[in-house]
T-cell receptor
């Protein structure tokens, strides 16, 4: 079945530095790749997503890149701030049974931004 | 705008007791609905999904069941809880034809 691998599992950066989280997926039919941010004790919140017909998407300090040939996508956070500290999950669509797509999630990256 | 609610927010239950967690969505019709479980410090495991009233698909054979009695209501149940059922339960929804899933605030379940 579909598998999404996410690295690193933990990431510690100084405030103002950049952070990069990488994911690889196995299903070449995957066509949608969201990123979620989960703060302690809360549900995941969508922060950015990208579709397979686009190689890069940016929203202020957050960007996502997609390499369909290599089947990997990455989240880039620039000028990190302490409030960026959270667990980040990548995901990829998988399966198309009756037109339904599931999301398969990576294991998560715990990002700590130190002042 | 759409909102998703889950209750209770936290729950402590003894082993062998029953369980009922509820999820409701407002501001949309005929959403696809999902139940996920998240073990401490772990990723998201899809438990059930539903494409309509009374239509439930199970992803993982286990001690839990799900029901969808109304269009925007999704319930997760168990007849007898196990210690291994402890975790953070998340409900999510999406609009048919769109890929994005939106998550609720979650229910933290501790089985003792």
């Amino acid at each position: 079945g579909e598998n999404v691998e996410q690295h690193p599992s933990t990431l510690s950066v100084q405030e103002g530095d950049s952070a990069v989280i990488k994911c690889t997926y196995s299903d070449s039919a995957s066509n949608y790749f969201p990123w979620y941010k989960q703060e302690l004790g809360k549900g995941p919140q969508l922060i950015i997503d990208i579709r397979s017909n686009v190689g890069e998407k940016k929203d202020q300090r957050i960007a996502v890149t997609l390499n369909k040939t290599a089947k990997h996508f990455s989240l880039h956070i620039t000028e990190t701030q302490p409030e960026d500290s959270a667990v980040y999950f990548c995901a990829a669509t998988w399966g198309s049974s009756g037109g339904y797509n599931k999301l398969i999630f990576g294991a998560g990256t715990r990002l700590a931004v130190h002042p | 705008s759409q909102t998703i609610h889950q209750w209770p927010a936290t729950l402590v239950q003894p082993v062998g007791s029953p369980l009922s967690l509820e999820c409701t969505v407002e501001g949309t019709s005929n959403p696809n609905l999902y139940w996920y479980r998240q073990a401490a410090g772990r990723g998201l495991q899809l438990l059930f999904y539903s494409v309509g009233i009374g239509q439930i698909s199970s992803e993982v054979p286990q001690n839990l069941s799900a029901s969808r009695p109304q269009d925007r209501q999704f319930i997760l149940s168990s007849k007898k809880l196990l210690l291994s059922d402890s975790g953070f339960y998340l409900c999510a929804w999406r609009t048919v034809g769109r890929e994005t899933q939106y998550f609720g605030p979650g229910t933290r379940l501790l089985v003792l």
